[in-house]
């Protein structure tokens, strides 16, 4: 006998935005990256492979060094690291952009698996490491909802809040984000200005690496404490749906993450409150995946940074 | 080679079909993409070696393991070929028309799910049983991925989130049927259909345990592909569209439409590759028994270059390395993950063509610069090597201290990049190459205090040489730098 839940009472509604923060911190995170190499006009499918490297790698540095500080550095690291190479591929050697981001993807997807071997033995899932320790705000624990929701969060949530603050701000208040947006629409103009197209380039794309590897991080040791193999199944993909979705604008980026996370959270929140439908888990665990598909349909043609998966090539002096 | 034989062909009017064949074998840009696919495999599989050696496995070993492994079963070669050419056409095919399908996975399931219905719901005679399979598993892979074809033709959204999407969907989907739902195998624990009935079985060739006449209906597909693209009107329209939509509707083409058939072609073929698995090999439906074909698929047509008889050539070379994986994994003991990390490798060094040319160029270059001036160039050379051989010796000598002491790591590891740039530097004759070399020396040096202060003796000892090394090579540089060279670089 299943306890029945109301599904309207200030708790079960708390834990709804709880959880939607938690899956949307990933996302918006994700999304903000790909915002960051898309503006710049460099196609990052590599998304998925970049979070998955960024999980990992926190683990990893967690496991071995007992702080979850230095695996959230570790994990911006090895992302930028995975998404420099995908950066000398498409931006020095002028390669293919989705071709290279499913290199990537395949390359992140077999070493992680691999050195999960390694390092502990397993084929499925890591040893269990330090969570980074949630924020507790004191004196609220009282207060509906807001109480429940605020009162022990984990700072990479505040993190991705912050992280949407920043991007906004260097991409429309710098003039770095001044010459990456004319890097995405016009690199001709940019290069004729006298930028070098191709570091503005290189440079967003690590940072896109870097944001993806944070938001890796969230998953494996934010969110939970282990690694999984396959552990972001999909959520790259995900965020850049949230990033076409979002317009590919900071706040954009923000919201539209939002909106996925709420639907993920959504999953989880209806087979808590109807347990009738635990037999069809499964189409509940489709909802996303369908409703992302929905929702790029329905959004029509959106407007892509005009530049966006070509390659620049400087004239040559005659 | 046989040069003096091409003028007299191209002479004669009747050009017959090995003639034909003789010509696109001379080709240059034929011999380049074959050049050019063989230095990728060769560079992954360096890469992968390194890889190897850092994570305390013998290469050499494994190459070989993988080598035996799949001559030996070059039957099972085959087999894991099969599927791998079918889902490789299918990514192929949208390509040509420009369209990324990276949810080959989720076709393939549906597509397997269906015929696995038809398989052990309908009575059917034999031969009709296993076509009827076959077709509606191409029909359903067909649909699955028309969905996402007519999405990205006519509303614009991206084909490469919406499949990826409903690939996993898809896995969902199935999962359901097989296990709460109506094609769950009754009375049975694990998430499985029922077996599908003999007529429906495809059948073995050659009394082998896993390769069946499958693999030939996959080969009869690369001739029905290649005419397809090559030879037809909707062919010429697709690759009309796929190199410049634009142009292509400017000369009459319906580009939606060919898009959204491109794709749901490509889904048909995906779902031919599940329907032929199921029936040849499994013969009943697993929940999640393709394990990522559709993600090989791509790797597949990556390394063909999209080309039909390539993606053959390509769906053999990832077969025998799954069938050899296996084999080095149980005779080697290195993971067959491994066989991953590879192909990951493999794609991402094709997709980087001007890498082959940059170290050709350079690597030319490169020679002719050392012969101007031997002295110098003689120790840039040493310095390349010194760097190469850093690179290892960072990780080598750091990775033991993995759990213990995490800077030296990330030290050994920041000292290996390092390596690496001061090669590259010298390859490239950067007049930075200096200043690079001055600063490995000092990283090794840094190496050597924190290897002194943890007592740890085989640091020390690399690091001393390394450092050591490091200051002559860079003290020699900065003396025996040319003027003229100064001059000329600065210019």
Request: net charge neutral; proline share 4%.
């Amino acid at each position: 006998m299943m306890l029945q839940v109301d599904p309207f009472s200030p708790i079960m509604i708390a834990l709804l935005i709880e959880t939607t923060l938690q899956m949307a911190t990933p996302l918006v995170l994700t999304a903000l990256g790909g915002m960051f190499s898309e503006r710049s006009g460099i196609v990052n499918i590599g998304l998925e492979g970049m979070m998955l490297i960024g999980a990992f790698g926190a683990v990893a540095a967690t496991f071995f060094s007992n702080n979850p500080w230095i695996g959230i550095v570790v994990a911006v690291i090895a992302g930028g690291l995975l998404a420099a190479i995908h950066a000398v591929i498409t931006v020095k050697l002028k390669g293919n952009h989705i071709v290279s981001g499913t290199g990537v993807i395949l390359f992140a997807t077999g070493f992680t698996t691999l050195m999960l071997y390694v390092i502990w033995g397993a084929r499925g899932i890591s040893e269990e490491v330090t969570r980074v320790p949630q924020i507790i705000i004191p004196g609220i624990e009282g207060i509906p909802i807001i109480g429940e929701v605020f009162g022990s969060l984990s700072p990479m949530i505040y993190m991705m809040f912050f992280a949407v603050l920043i991007s906004w701000l260097i991409l429309y208040k710098t003039p770095f984000g001044l010459r990456l947006r004319a890097a995405g629409e016009d690199p001709s103009t940019l290069d004729a200005a006298g930028v070098n197209v191709e570091t503005i380039r290189f440079v967003a794309v690590i940072i896109s690496g870097c944001l993806a590897g944070l938001g890796g991080a969230y998953l494996s040791i934010g969110f939970g404490s282990r690694f999984g193999k396959l552990m972001t199944s999909g959520r790259g993909f995900i965020a850049l749906a949230a990033l076409i979705f979002g317009g590919w604008r900071p706040i954009g980026c923000f919201l539209a993450g939002m909106f996925f996370g709420f639907l993920d959270a959504l999953q989880s929140f209806i087979s808590l409150v109807v347990p009738e439908l635990l037999p069809y888990n499964n189409f509940i665990q489709m909802i996303p995946y369908i409703l992302v598909v929905i929702a790029l349909a329905g959004i029509g043609r959106a407007r892509p940074p005009k530049a966006v998966g070509t390659n620049y090539e400087k004239e040559r002096p005659a | 080679m046989i040069e003096e034989s091409t003028p007299s062909m191209e002479q004669t009017a009747l050009l017959t079909f090995v003639d034909r064949l003789m010509m696109r074998l001379k080709s240059k840009s034929l011999h380049r993409n074959i050049l050019h696919t063989f230095a990728s495999i060769v560079l992954a599989l360096g890469t992968a070696a390194i890889i190897m050696l850092a994570t305390g496995y013998d290469p050499l070993q494994a190459f070989s393991a993988l080598f035996l492994g799949a001559i030996l079963n070059f039957d099972q070669v085959l087999w894991r070929a099969t599927p791998l050419l079918l889902a490789g056409l299918s990514v192929a095919l949208a390509f040509k028309c420009g369209l990324f399908n990276i949810g080959a996975e989720g076709q393939l399931y549906m597509g397997s799910l269906a015929a696995t219905a038809v398989g052990y719901m309908i009575a059917l005679p034999i031969v009709v049983h296993q076509l009827a399979c076959l077709v509606v598993g191409v029909g359903v892979g067909f649909l699955y991925a028309l969905l996402p074809g007519v999405l990205r033709a006519y509303r614009g959204a991206h084909e490469v989130v919406t499949t990826m999407m409903l690939s996993y969907a898809a896995v969902f989907f199935t999962q359901w049927m097989v296990s709460q739902g109506p094609m769950h195998n009754p009375g049975d624990w694990r998430s499985i259909s029922p077996i599908i009935f003999d007529s429906a079985q495809i059948p073995k060739i050659l009394g082998s345990a896993f390769l069946n006449w499958g693999f030939i209906i996959a080969v009869l597909f690369v001739v029905v592909v290649d005419f397809f693209i090559n030879k037809t009107v909707m062919g010429y329209e697709m690759r009309a569209v796929g190199s410049n939509e634009d142009a292509a509707r400017t000369a009459g083409i319906d580009a939606k439409r060919n898009m959204a058939i491109a794709l749901g072609l490509s889904g048909a073929l995906a779902g031919l590759a599940g329907a032929v698995e199921v029936q040849g090999y499994y013969h009943r439906f697993y929940d999640q028994w393709s394990g990522g074909l559709g993600f090989d698929g791509i790797t597949v047509a990556v390394l063909g270059r999209n080309n039909p008889w390539g993606v053959l050539g390509g769906a053999i070379f990832f077969g025998a390395l799954k069938a050899g994986g296996l084999f080095m994994q149980t005779s080697a003991e290195v993971p067959s993950e491994m066989v991953q990390v590879i192909q990951g490798l493999v794609v991402l060094f094709v997709a980087a063509p001007r890498l082959i040319d940059w170290f050709s160029n350079h690597g030319v270059a490169y020679a002719r610069w050392i012969k101007d001036r031997p002295l110098f160039g003689f120790l840039s050379l040493i310095a390349l090597s010194y760097g190469v051989f850093g690179a290892f010796m960072g990780i080598l000598v750091a990775g033991p201290y993995v759990s213990s002491n995490f800077s030296l790591l990330l030290l050994g590891f920041v000292t290996s990049i390092g390596g690496l740039v001061v090669a590259i530097f010298h390859f490239q004759r950067d007049e930075r190459r200096t200043r690079a070399t001055w600063m490995v020396a000092l990283l090794w040096a840094l190496m050597l205090v924190s290897g002194l202060s943890m007592a740890a003796a085989s640091v020390v000892s690399v690091a001393l040489t390394l450092a050591g090394v490091g200051f002559v090579i860079s003290i020699l540089l900065m003396r025996l730098q040319p003027k003229s060279d100064e001059l000329k670089e600065a210019a």
